[in-house]
């Protein structure tokens, strides 16, 4: 079992809690990795979509996980499950620092996190005008 955070930097200009639109923990969130394959080292050609609320049971009834997915290599097993309460916003005194804000920590067995995605969902606080912006 390997756990790996996943943290995110950014250059922030008038915007603070940059976030997924929830909060970190949000279970509809979709995260988008590129996974290594643990046995092989093959890595997928593919991102797969991990999400907080959708689990899966692991082959042989030992159990669930938030991903469950074959090598398409060697056809190795190999599964994800995220761990939630250890994210916070990234915020612009992160930003002026240039320091990683933790997102969210997974539970590797079989895989490796090599590449995240960032795609829609995300929301951050304007320091400007005071309001929610979606992006």
């Known amino acids: 079992m390997v756990q790996l955070m996943l943290e995110i ?79 916070r916003p990234y915020t612009i005194e992160d930003s002026e620092s240039q320091e990683f804000a933790p997102l969210m920590l997974f539970d590797c067995r079989g895989f490796e996190l090599v590449e995240f995605y960032f795609k829609d969902g995300w929301v951050a606080e304007s320091k400007l005008l005071n309001y929610d912006q979606k992006f």
Not at 53 to 78: I, N, T, Y
Request: aromatic fraction near 6%.
């Open 9 to 87: 930097k950014a250059e922030l200009e008038n915007l603070t809690n940059f976030q997924p639109q929830s909060g970190c923990d949000d279970p509809d969130f979709s995260y988008y990795l590129k996974l290594k394959c643990g046995n092989c080292g093959e890595v997928s050609q593919k991102e797969s979509c991990v999400t907080l609320s959708e689990m899966v049971d692991l082959p042989k009834g030992r159990g669930s996980a938030h991903l469950v997915q074959k090598c398409k290599f060697c056809g190795r097993d190999g599964n994800i499950s995220m761990i939630p309460g250890r994210g």
